[in-house]
């Protein structure tokens, strides 16, 4: 039975944790998760995960380990680990946003497998979309590390040049989407809904908007074609909306956000 160290339970790491429970195939005493403040780690514990501020013993107790924790912790956390590596017991899933396999390897000095994952917040509703990558010679953590995150959500794996692109549109992702559905619930409550209710009837629509774009075979124009009747008021609303420059503000701000990612990954 695998059991998981999740190094640095902040939002992320707790989210992972909980998700992996929710989703039936790990008990809480499965995973260890750690954080400095491990006294903040007191409801997980009181949920039966294993807790501490000591990395060093939750990867003696682990399997495979995941490390959680923000770009600029990450020399600490891996310091304390690195001693305690075993390339024949452990796997390693690094979800810190613009940190390279070459760097991590860098700093750990072992070939234990590696994988890079790179998850957004809907892992807390098991609705992420997780990218993930790993060089030649982790392909079986890559698989392993595909089917954990299978259980919190859509998996893709991709070449490790494009975990900045997937850091954009997945992760930061996350932020654009919402504020499409913040601004249509705005435009809402100005043509006559309660501002509860407006939010309500945007988020809805766009997850039915997004449900059938998932659909097998589906493609979003097509959608589109059948709600746009000639001279009708889905069609004035769309146009208006691209004179004033929706698709080309959505591709150039994720242009600019894939950028700023790929500085984290080149520093
Ligand atoms: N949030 C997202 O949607 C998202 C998506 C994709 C990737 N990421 C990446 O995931 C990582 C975590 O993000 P987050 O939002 O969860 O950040 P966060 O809330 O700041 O969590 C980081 C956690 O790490 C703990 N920590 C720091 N140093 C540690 C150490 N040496 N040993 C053990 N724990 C330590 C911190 O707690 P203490 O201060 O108590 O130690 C904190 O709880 C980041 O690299 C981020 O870029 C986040």
Same mark, same amino acid.
């Given at each position: 039975?695998?059991?998981?160290?999740?190094?640095?339970?902040?939002?992320?790491?707790?989210?992972?944790?909980? +998700?992996?429970?929710?989703? +039936?195939?790990?008990?809480?005493?499965?995973?260890?998760?750690?954080?400095?403040?491990?006294?903040?780690?007191?409801?997980?514990?009181?949920?039966?995960?294993?807790?501490?501020?000591?990395?060093?013993? *939750?990867?003696?107790?682990?399997?495979?380990?995941?490390?959680?924790?923000?770009?600029?912790?990450?020399?600490?956390?891996?310091?304390?680990?690195?001693?305690?590596?075993?390339?024949?017991?452990?796997?390693?899933?690094?979800?810190?946003?613009?940190?390279?396999?070459?760097?991590?390897?860098?700093?750990?000095?072992?070939?234990?497998?590696?994988?890079?994952?790179?998850?957004?917040? *809907?892992?807390?509703?098991?609705?992420?979309?997780?990218?993930?990558?790993?060089?030649?010679?982790?392909?079986?953590?890559?698989?392993?590390?595909?089917?954990?995150?299978?259980?919190?959500?859509?998996?893709?794996?991709?070449?490790?040049?494009?975990? $900045?692109? $997937?850091?954009?549109?997945?992760?930061?992702?996350?932020?654009?989407?919402?504020?499409?559905?913040? *601004?249509?619930?705005?435009?809402?409550?100005?043509?006559?809904?309660?501002?509860?209710? $407006?939010?309500?009837?945007?988020?809805?629509?766009?997850?039915?908007?997004?449900?059938?774009?998932?659909?097998?075979?589906?493609?979003?124009?097509?959608?589109?074609?059948?709600?746009?009747?000639?001279?009708?008021?889905?069609?004035?609303?769309?146009?208006?909306?691209?004179?004033?420059?929706?698709?080309?503000?959505?591709?150039?701000?994720?242009?600019?956000?894939?950028?700023?990612?790929?500085?984290?990954?080149?520093?």
């Amino acid at each position: 039975m695998t059991k998981l160290a999740v190094l640095g339970g902040g939002n992320l790491g707790r989210a992972l944790a909980l +998700g992996w429970v929710a989703a +039936g195939r790990f008990k809480p005493s499965d995973i260890r998760v750690t954080r400095r403040q491990a006294d903040k780690l007191q409801d997980l514990a009181e949920l039966g995960y294993v807790t501490s501020g000591d990395n060093a013993a *939750a990867i003696r107790d682990a399997d495979l380990i995941i490390l959680a924790v923000q770009p600029q912790q990450l020399d600490d956390l891996l310091a304390d680990i690195a001693g305690g590596l075993d390339e024949r017991k452990h796997r390693l899933i690094s979800v810190v946003t613009g940190v390279s396999i070459a760097q991590i390897r860098s700093r750990i000095g072992t070939r234990v497998p590696l994988v890079l994952a790179m998850p957004n917040t *809907a892992v807390s509703i098991r609705e992420s979309m997780t990218c993930l990558a790993a060089g030649d010679e982790s392909e079986k953590a890559l698989a392993e590390a595909t089917a954990l995150f299978d259980l919190v959500g859509r998996t893709l794996v991709i070449q490790e040049e494009m975990m $900045a692109p $997937a850091t954009a549109l997945c992760a930061c992702g996350v932020a654009f989407f919402l504020r499409c559905i913040r *601004a249509a619930s705005q435009g809402g409550i100005e043509i006559g809904f309660h501002p509860e209710d $407006a939010l309500l009837l945007a988020s809805q629509t766009a997850r039915g908007a997004a449900s059938l774009s998932l659909r097998e075979g589906a493609h979003p124009e097509g959608e589109i074609d059948r709600v746009t009747t000639p001279r009708g008021c889905t069609i004035v609303g769309l146009n208006e909306m691209e004179h004033r420059g929706l698709s080309s503000a959505l591709i150039k701000g994720l242009i600019v956000s894939a950028r700023a990612a790929e500085n984290l990954y080149s520093e």
